[in-house]
């Protein structure tokens, strides 16, 4: 299986601030079909994760240009700017290149 | 809107098993794959496996086999997963998520494993 290691494990910000989140494949994710299946989520306090980007860094329906995607390979980061409340909880990456799906243990970013 | 209508909670006792559910509205239910999402409290995120509705097909984690059972019902658009011989390494959420990137998930089912 793929294993996704993700660092740091927490993180403290203040509001307005930027925060970057590494995630780190091993193995490539670069699939057969050219596309790489790197996603990102946040789960918030109680609540079901939550789709914020897909194929390293297309924003699914709904989220804000704050944040951001990059990378390739097996080198994922991302980004978010001008932190706002609703953005504390737990963030994962998560590869669909190859079977089963896995995700990182995640990153918690909490308000300094 | 999509939505993932998940079951209720579950208590249940060892060596029993459990049958839980996530309808499904707001899209044409043979579109996606719908993949189920196990997370024990306070742990991340770890795949079970994913049914395709229209051919019922299905993929698992080698880690599930023989644990979990996928299911769907076209007619009430609804999939379902059975666990099997429970233990208390069962306890956790269940999620259920469609599509290739999880785009949209089910509140969750929280399933106890306790004598």
């Known amino acids: 299986d793929v294993v996704m290691t993700q660092t740091p494990v927490s993180m403290s910000v203040s509001l307005g601030g930027q925060v970057s989140i590494s995630c780190r494949s091993s193995?490539?994710?670069?699939?057969?079909?050219?596309?790489?299946?790197l996603s990102w989520y946040i789960q918030k306090p109680s609540q079901s994760p939550q789709l914020l980007i897909y194929k390293v860094s297309n924003r699914f329906s709904g989220i804000s240009d704050r944040f951001s995607g990059s990378g390739s390979g097996t080198d994922f980061t991302l980004k978010i700017s001008r932190v706002e409340p609703d953005d504390l909880g737990v963030y994962y990456c998560g590869q669909g290149t190859q079977y089963p799906y896995t995700f990182g243990a995640g990153t918690k970013l909490e308000l300094k | 809107q999509v939505q993932l209508q998940q079951s209720g909670a579950e208590l249940t006792k060892p060596g029993s098993s459990v049958k839980i559910s996530c309808k499904a509205s707001g899209y044409t239910f043979t579109s996606y794959d719908i993949s189920w999402i196990k997370q024990r409290p306070g742990q991340a995120l770890e795949w079970i496996g994913a049914?395709?509705?229209?051919?019922?097909?299905?993929g698992y984690n080698e880690k599930f086999k023989g644990k979990a059972t996928l299911t769907v019902d076209k007619s009430s658009s609804t999939a379902f997963m059975q666990l099997s011989s429970l233990t208390p390494e069962d306890t956790a959420v269940y999620y259920c998520?469609?599509?290739?990137?999880?785009?949209?998930w089910g509140q969750g089912v929280m399933v106890t494993v306790s004598s």
């Open positions: 193995q490539s994710l670069v699939h057969n079909n050219g596309n790489t299946y």
């Open positions: 049914i395709n509705p229209g051919s019922g097909g299905t």
């Open positions: 998520a469609i599509g290739g990137e999880l785009g949209y």
